[in-house]
């Protein structure tokens, strides 16, 4: 399968995904997320209600990696910063950027005492995550790529950073061979996303509190595997902040890396919703096709982007507005 059909399975995963998981509460959908080891092609935040609705508080973008280590841990009342704050294992010089970043966007209260940074948290943070379910998108499942998606999901199941682990793919004319899936571990699930959504083989939750397992290597006929365990606190770290990611970003951020100002761009109905599409060579366009550098790019007038025609900022912030407007309406509060 080609890049665009692969980038074209992806996106109707996350339609699906954000219109049909069934959940008890509410999902957000997160597209290419992860951590510096392993990035996640489509993540699925199940959420506690209210708590994603006080998380709309802090704004959308995401806390980050050093914002975690202050926002939440803010005290109620005034206190000197290192009073309030755990030791963060890295000097507290950094400590005081993080906090006056958190000042700039409003998040946290800040004052000077006598020479001494005070803060003050301005909303508790929530814990706003319930669960958090990986899904590994390979449209073009055959044996080579069963092979290699085996030592992912191994890696994925071992390591326990979300609650479940599922891969999805098309079918292969009748049926999806099952001897391509005996190599899987049976803790993750298997969808087989066509026109219709079909499970093959319902996951196991892996997220038990115990440590995590990194695998380092799986070892060979004439070596043995190597492995080290997870720290339990390391491993929420990561969580909070691919769910942060998510929460920030959505999957809806493909453009980002797409050229929505080209004249060419648009988004057309799609089955369960919209999606991108290229007019010059009549296929969904990929981020390393819709750049500046295609033979066929064509910018905006800048006449549409100045005098309002026919929607203001022209055709391509029209495009990024609706998208984003989706985007909030996922995340409760922020339309607020």
């Known amino acids: 399968m080609d890049a665009d059909s692969e980038f074209e399975f992806e996106l109707a995963v996350c339609r699906w995904a954000e219109r049909s998981w069934d959940a008890d509460g509410p999902i957000l959908v997160g597209r290419q997320v992860g951590t510096r080891r392993r990035r996640f092609d489509t993540v699925i935040v199940e959420c506690d209600p209210e708590g994603l609705r006080q998380r709309a508080l802090f704004g959308p973008e995401r806390i980050d990696d050093d914002l975690l280590d202050v926002v939440p841990h803010a005290p109620a009342e005034w206190a000197w910063y290192r009073d309030a704050l755990p030791d963060p294992g890295y000097p507290w010089r950094y400590v005081r950027e993080t906090i006056h970043r958190a000042d700039?966007?409003?998040?946290?209260?800040?004052?000077?005492?006598?020479?001494?940074?005070?803060?003050?948290?301005?909303?508790?943070?929530?814990?706003?995550?319930?669960?958090?379910?990986?899904?590994?998108?390979?449209?073009?499942?055959?044996?080579?790529?069963?092979?290699?998606?085996?030592?992912?999901?191994?890696?994925?199941?071992?390591?326990?950073?979300?609650?479940?682990?599922w891969v999805a793919t098309e079918r292969a004319g009748e049926r999806v061979p099952r001897a391509l899936l005996e190599d899987f571990p049976v803790e993750a699930g298997v969808l087989v996303v066509d026109?219709?959504?079909?499970?093959?083989?319902?996951?196991?939750?892996?997220?038990?509190?115990?440590?995590?397992?990194?695998?380092?290597?799986?070892g060979g006929d004439r070596s043995a595997a190597r492995f080290e365990y997870a720290d339990s606190d390391w491993t929420e770290r990561r969580r909070e902040v691919i769910s942060e990611r998510v929460y920030e970003r959505g999957w809806r951020s493909y453009l980002d890396s797409l050229r929505p100002d080209c004249r060419h761009f648009e988004c057309v109905p799609v089955e369960r919703g919209v999606g991108p599409h290229c007019d010059a060579y009549d296929r969904t366009p990929t981020p390393s096709q819709c750049r500046g550098a295609c033979p066929e790019f064509t910018p905006e007038p800048p006449t549409w982007r100045t005098r309002d025609w026919p929607i203001a900022g022209g055709p391509g912030r029209g495009v990024r507005d609706v998208l984003d407007a989706q985007r909030r309406r996922e995340r409760p509060g922020l339309e607020e």
């Open 104 to 165: 700039d966007r409003g998040i946290l209260d800040v004052r000077t005492r006598g020479n001494r940074i005070q803060i003050r948290r301005r909303w508790r943070y929530p814990d706003w995550v319930a669960r958090i379910v990986a899904i590994e998108n390979k449209p073009d499942l055959d044996a080579s790529a069963a092979d290699r998606l085996a030592a992912q999901l191994e890696f994925d199941v071992a390591l326990a950073l979300a609650d479940e682990v």
């Open 195 to 218: 026109d219709t959504v079909e499970t093959l083989w319902q996951p196991r939750t892996l997220t038990d509190r115990r440590p995590g397992i990194r695998i380092l290597d799986r």
